[in-house]
């Protein structure tokens, strides 16, 4: 794998990779190339069938053995990996590799993986009590876990970690609290050197960006350049700072600060204190004492990420002493393990609330646990993509259907299935975006698909659980059709083409799974252009324009016809 590096000018540690995969260049990528569907797969006459069409291309084409883990991340869009934790990275990356070409996850396939990943963690910097729980839990979890449809066991793994890693980050993403009256205080806390100053000229700035008007207060007076620090950084982010010199308590000067932010209305007054070299008693009690003036509505410990589990252990300590409501994790851009990011909720109970990632003062994130979780995984769309599937078709199912598509016996009652599954997974698009090439599917084309779910799903339910299992009886009298339309408040016209469309569907079907069995990958964009084409043919003239499509399928497809006179002549 080849990484090529941006490095940007305003940070020094920062930089990013678009990750390459060389066995994924041009000769590799052509064996992946779509191959033209035949033309039956693009004259689909109901939004619904392309929508079943479409998720089944879908699993399909993540299912087939050719597309890997790393190729799926690599191709998909926005597939930009940091370096950030690119140890811990490429640690669990050996572990998916490990389970790649399994059926299923056991006992016994999940035991070399999860010496991979309780390594990675390990080097990561994380504290070994955690890294227990943690590959117990994921352990758990994986062995015996039924198969979803389309997602192969390597990514069911992924999957899993990323949630526990986010469990472990502590699941919920943790807001700053405001004050409901008078100014917010937020005290900052900190050893030597961590980044509390800067942080506090950040976090001005990027409250400053939520609208709310904000006061620095220089409380640090042992060490003089902090003050003129601050006012540096103060004017910078054009927010005004309160200092007092050197000579005044501490806790005097956040006294006297707090007092002018409120002449001043100010809405957040963010206060610096002293770091020392190390925790010590007269550190602890000068911020006991700050605390007592000031009565917080946030303690926040900026500690450096670097330091790895010593910022746990940090921020556990600090808790104890003074009580705090969070933590920043400084300088996180540096830190390529992981340790303090994975340890700090889990060891100390308390949230990372904000990260630093850089020096600049635009440099100051909100912390999300999940998107921290897809960032050390860097595969958030492999992600999305077996969350979606999970949801939406068990296995079992999923077997069924095949088979029954093979015996050319997919019924109503499939067809039903298919057309809500395809519904509780929301916006289709979420899914086609995920393909590469499919993320253009308009807003309008998904409106219209979704209508005529609705309109499929009331006409199936109106028919008799006979018809459902035959689709030939309606296919053979009209008067059952005309029945259908009667009690789903549709036309007798869309009966029949429904009728119609499943038969072609049994039809297309099949080809699809001859293709997939071919192990070449199903013309995605074909379809997207066919549903751009469909889009824009004025009402009527779709479905006229269609039919030698049509004909020319039934004309192929001699297994799965139906007699189908009586309503042939109608549609
Ligand atoms: N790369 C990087 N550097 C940072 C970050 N935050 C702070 N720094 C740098 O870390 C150094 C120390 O930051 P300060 O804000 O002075 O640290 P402090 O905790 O106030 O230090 P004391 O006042 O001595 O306690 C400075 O050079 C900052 O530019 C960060 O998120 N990323």
Same mark, same amino acid.
């Given at each position: ?68 883990l790393r190729?799926?991340r ?7 990996r940091a370096e950030m934790f690119g140890q811990l990275t490429s640690g669990l990356e050996a572990a998916w590799s490990k389970v790649k070409?399994e !059926?299923l996850l056991t006992k016994e396939n999940i035991v070399e993986p999860m010496r991979d990943i309780r390594r990675a963690l390990l080097e990561a910097d994380v504290s070994l009590p955690v890294v227990r729980r943690f590959v117990q839990a994921v352990t758990d979890q994986a062995v015996g876990l039924g198969v979803i449809?389309?997602v192969r066991p390597d990514q069911q793994l992924v999957k899993i970690v990323h949630d526990e890693l986010v469990k472990l980050m502590g699941g919920e993403f943790s !807001? ?92 957040? #007054?963010? #206060? ?29 410990l900026?500690v450096d990420a670097m330091t790895g589990q010593e910022a746990a252990a940090l921020v556990t300590t600090?808790n104890l ?5 969070g933590a920043i994790l400084?300088k996180l851009?540096g830190d390529s393990r992981g340790g303090a990011a994975l340890s700090v909720k889990e060891v100390s109970g308390k949230p990372i609330k904000l990260v ?10 909100p912390f999300y646990p999940d998107r921290m979780a897809g960032r050390i995984l860097g595969m958030g769309d492999v992600l999305s993509f077996v969350e979606?599937?999970k ?49 253009? #599917? ?106 030698? !499509? ?22």
């Amino acid at each position: 794998m080849e990484a090529l590096h941006f490095s940007t000018v305003a940070s020094r540690h920062f930089s990013i990779s678009l990750s390459h995969n060389r066995t994924f260049s041009s000769s590799a990528y052509s064996t992946h190339k779509p191959t033209k569907l035949s033309s039956s797969w693009t004259g689909s006459s109901f939004s619904s069938s392309r929508n079943n069409l479409f998720t089944n291309e879908i699993w399909g084409w993540v299912n087939s053995k050719s597309v890997s883990l790393r190729r799926c991340r690599d191709i998909l869009p926005g597939m930009v990996r940091a370096e950030m934790f690119g140890q811990l990275t490429s640690g669990l990356e050996a572990a998916w590799s490990k389970v790649k070409g399994e !059926e299923l996850l056991t006992k016994e396939n999940i035991v070399e993986p999860m010496r991979d990943i309780r390594r990675a963690l390990l080097e990561a910097d994380v504290s070994l009590p955690v890294v227990r729980r943690f590959v117990q839990a994921v352990t758990d979890q994986a062995v015996g876990l039924g198969v979803i449809r389309g997602v192969r066991p390597d990514q069911q793994l992924v999957k899993i970690v990323h949630d526990e890693l986010v469990k472990l980050m502590g699941g919920e993403f943790s !807001e700053l609290v405001f004050a409901k009256s008078g100014p917010t205080v937020i005290l900052l806390a900190g050893l030597q050197g961590v980044g509390k100053t800067t942080v506090c000229a950040k976090l001005a700035n990027y409250l400053k960006k939520q609208g709310k008007s904000c006061m620095l207060v220089a409380g640090d007076v042992y060490r003089p350049a902090a003050i003129d620090q601050l006012a540096i950084l103060g004017k910078q982010v054009d927010v005004p700072v309160y200092t007092a010199g050197t000579d005044v308590k501490p806790s005097e000067i956040a006294r006297q600060g707090l007092e002018e932010a409120k002449k001043k209305n100010i809405d957040v #007054v963010v #206060v610096d204190t002293a770091g020392r070299l190390q925790i010590n008693k007269s550190m602890m009690d000068e911020l006991k004492e700050v605390k007592q003036v000031l009565n917080p509505t946030e303690i926040l410990l900026v500690v450096d990420a670097m330091t790895g589990q010593e910022a746990a252990a940090l921020v556990t300590t600090f808790n104890l002493e003074i009580g705090i409501t969070g933590a920043i994790l400084s300088k996180l851009d540096g830190d390529s393990r992981g340790g303090a990011a994975l340890s700090v909720k889990e060891v100390s109970g308390k949230p990372i609330k904000l990260v630093g990632r850089g020096e600049r003062m635009e440099d100051l994130e909100p912390f999300y646990p999940d998107r921290m979780a897809g960032r050390i995984l860097g595969m958030g769309d492999v992600l999305s993509f077996v969350e979606k599937s999970k949801e939406v078709m068990q296995q079992e199912d999923a077997e069924e259907l095949q088979k029954k598509i093979m015996s050319a016996k997919f019924d109503f009652n499939d067809f039903l299935k298919q057309t809500r599954s395809v519904a509780r997974m929301g916006s289709v698009s979420r899914v086609i975006g995920m393909i590469p090439g499919m993320a253009k #599917v308009t807003p309008a084309q998904i409106r219209d698909a979704e209508k005529n779910l609705q309109i499929t799903e009331a006409m199936i339910e109106a028919m008799t659980p006979e018809e459902r299992e035959k689709p030939e009886l309606l296919a053979e009298s009209p008067e059952r059709r005309k029945r259908v339309a009667q009690d789903s408040g549709k036309t007798e016209q869309q009966v029949s083409q429904l009728v119609a469309q499943i038969f072609q569907m049994r039809v297309r079907m099949k080809n699809l799974l001859g293709v997939m069995e071919g192990g070449s990958m199903p013309a995605l964009s074909n379809l997207e252009e066919s549903l751009k084409t469909e889009e824009k043919a004025p009402p009527g003239t779709a479905r006229r324009r269609r039919r030698p !499509e049509s004909r020319k399928q039934f004309a192929n497809s001699t297994s799965a016809r139906p007699d189908a006179r009586g309503f042939a002549s109608e549609s």
